[in-house]
């Protein structure tokens, strides 16, 4: 009798966790079936949109390099489809004043959590009447040339001279073939270095960068700080070194 009484609990119980599955994965969005990296996207072109979460990164090309960030709540227009690039959908967006790039739209697993979107169609209450404007892509650089000098958009001032002896300020950095280019080796907390060139401005925002000589003999160049960076704000990668 027992037995009988509970089959029906069973049944329910099961069909309770069927269903809380159902809408969570409903709630989570739905994979891309074209760019498994990310989930289906939700804006086409002459929708305005906005960043959904603390930043969004704006680039030059899908999956190039970076040439702007801007924070939660920051409005844009889609001027160009979707396209998968390294997994990932990006979107062609203008934040208006002649900012126009790509973003990363979503991300199925991220370091910062599962089946997330980072930009998202933006509510408005007055209808909209977008003017798209087409863009060509733009290959990525493989070394992308110094652009000005310091003071640097996307860095802190500079603290760092010719001629200092200075450290890793952080857990590492690394050092490039030139000003935002390609990475030759990775220095732990600590490292030491003789400063040999700059400050310059070059690449990602830009950034600051100088050339640095560690005690192993290997010369490079390295960026010194970074305003928004996805391991925080407002850090100093390079600082100087400590007497003793």
């Not at 739905?30 to 072109?45: D, F, H, I, N, Q």
């Amino acid at each position: 009798m027992i037995r009988s009484q509970m089959k029906p609990l069973v049944f329910l119980l099961v069909l309770l966790l069927v269903l809380t599955g159902v809408s969570a994965v409903f709630a989570a969005g739905a994979v891309s079936a074209t760019c498994p990296g990310s989930l289906e996207s939700r804006l086409t072109v002459g929708d305005q949109g906005r960043v959904a979460r603390e930043y969004s990164t704006l680039r030059n090309a899908p999956a190039g390099v970076p040439i702007a960030y801007k924070g939660y709540g920051s409005v844009f227009t889609v001027v160009g489809n979707a396209v998968c690039a390294n997994n990932l959908l990006y979107v062609q967006i203008d934040y208006g004043s002649g900012l126009i790039g790509w973003a990363n739209e979503s991300q199925v697993s991220s370091e910062w959590g599962g089946n997330l979107y980072w930009l998202e169609p933006a509510a408005s209450t007055t209808p909209v009447t977008p003017t798209p404007t087409a863009v060509p892509v733009t290959p990525v650089p493989t070394t992308p040339p110094p652009t000005t000098l310091p003071p640097c958009a996307a860095s802190l001032p500079p603290l760092l001279a010719v001629g200092d002896g200075g450290m890793v300020a952080r857990e590492y950095s690394t050092l490039r073939d030139a000003p935002a280019g390609n990475p030759v080796a990775i220095y732990p907390h600590g490292s030491r270095f003789e400063v040999l060139e700059g400050p310059i401005c070059a690449g990602y925002g830009p950034l600051t960068w100088y050339k640095i000589r560690y005690t192993d003999g290997k010369e490079g160049w390295a960026s010194e700080s970074q305003r928004i960076s996805i391991w925080g704000s407002n850090l100093y990668w390079l600082e100087k070194a400590l007497e003793g």
